[in-house]
């Protein structure tokens, strides 16, 4: 195969011409390198550009605004191409306020073709096209000037397989009939990566919060959010500004004035007068308003040796599927499918299990061994799926009458 040309865009006509070709290309892979370590949103730093005839490096501190590139990659017509692209939809988001309209994510797709998840993407280069990346490059500073050429290189090779991998996991999900299951992977993965920018209550994902009941879980809320605009209005990451730990304790001390929590490490004193200033506003809250506390995982015994054997059954079922189960399902969302059928509910609902592809083709699987439905046994202890299933039949049993 002959290799594509290579191009390192640092000025507007360079840029121009990168967009000539993505606007021409049914097909158009990206990936970003940024730093966000030291600020509340990652700073980008490059844009890496593969469409079916060239590849681009795009310097963003030279080569001018990038609106008419983020619109393109917005286009429906247009498939993008990423691998663990969380941020590259984040970043086209921030910048035209629309992400990727057409997404493809290479790493999603591997998962549903049974290649792992989350693979990285030297791993899915080695799997798929048996190439070894140098990935020597991983914590450099993509802020500096002038680039090395051992930078350069990086970042072409970051986009220089990803039509590849395209095609050829593409056309494997064809022939397995899961093509509309992808859809719907990208079609979630954009929402989540867009509603972690704060639709998402991710301040339950703080430790310690699971143990506080409805009215300090409001406190936690609202801190976290006087947390995350002084961050971004200070434009520094957001455990710089208050630790997540300490939005914990000061949700369990539930402070009144300044004096209560002013011995805290850790804590800035020009911060003091806004936290309390957001805890009273969470204790000024009706309790309909209080955030819903968590379950508690304090199931009875059969419940959680139930959930442990589905998800061996789910493992095994993934294995002959060519699935991998951790894209499939969590231990969580096999736990919640018990938990909702030990209490008698639907678990048809309520569980990441009950919606899509999932709710059609696994779902089933494990509601025939939870009913009873399904009898298994240890086929061999050799191979990647060693169990037996077969069912249960249901004999009436007739009893002589006296």
């Not at 680039?147 to 970051?158: C, G, K, M, V």
């Not at 991998?165 to 056309?171: E, F, G, L, S, T």
């Not at 004193?269 to 936290?275: F, T």
Request: hydrophobic letters at 40%; aromatic letters at 6%; glycine letters at 6%.
């Amino acid at each position: 195969m002959n290799s594509l040309p290579e191009y390192i865009v640092t000025d507007p006509d360079g840029l121009k011409a990168c967009c000539e070709d993505v606007a021409a290309s049914l097909q158009v892979g990206f990936d970003t390198e940024f730093v966000g370590e030291e600020t509340y949103v990652p700073h980008l730093c490059l844009v890496q550009v593969a469409t079916p005839n060239a590849l681009y490096v795009l310097d963003p501190f030279d080569c001018g605004p990038l609106v008419e590139f983020w619109k393109l990659l917005a286009d429906p017509a247009r498939l993008v191409i990423v691998h663990a692209g969380r941020e590259e939809v984040r970043i086209c988001f921030g910048a035209i306020g629309r992400p990727p309209a057409n997404l493809f994510d290479v790493q999603i797709a591997a998962g549903l073709i049974g290649l792992g998840y989350p693979l990285g993407y030297g791993a899915l280069v080695q799997s798929v096209l048996k190439k070894r990346l140098q990935k020597g490059e991983t914590l450099t500073d993509w802020r500096r000037r002038p680039l090395s050429q051992e930078q350069l290189r990086y970042a072409f090779d970051d986009v220089r397989d990803l039509l590849a991998i395209w095609k050829r996991v593409d056309a494997r999900l064809a022939k397995l009939e899961r093509s509309t299951w992808a859809t719907d992977e990208f079609t979630s993965f954009v929402k989540r990566a867009l509603q972690d920018g704060g639709e998402v209550e991710r301040w339950r994902k703080l430790k310690g919060v699971t143990n506080l009941n409805a009215q300090r879980l409001a406190v936690v809320r609202e801190v976290y959010l006087w947390r995350e605009e002084v961050a971004a209005r200070r434009d520094r990451p957001a455990r710089t500004v208050l630790r997540d730990d300490l939005v914990v304790e000061i949700a369990k001390r539930n402070p009144k004035a300044s004096g209560d929590i002013s011995t805290l490490r850790g804590l800035g004193r020009a911060d003091i007068h806004g936290i309390i200033e957001a805890v009273d506003k969470a204790n000024r809250l009706p309790s309909a308003d209080w955030p819903e506390e968590a379950e508690r995982d304090n199931d009875p015994h059969a419940v959680a040796l139930v959930s442990s054997l589905l998800n061996v059954v789910l493992a095994d079922w993934c294995a002959r599927q060519e699935l991998t189960m951790p894209l499939v399902a969590t231990s969580a969302d096999v736990r919640r499918l018990v938990r909702l059928t030990a209490k008698g509910e639907c678990p048809s609902t309520g569980c990441g299990l009950a919606n899509g592809w999932r709710k059609e083709h696994v779902l089933p699987v494990l509601l025939e061994v939870l009913e009873g439905k399904r009898a298994m046994r240890v086929k061999s202890l050799e191979g990647e799926a060693p169990l037996e299933y077969g069912h249960v039949r249901r004999e009436v049993v007739n009893h002589p009458t006296t």
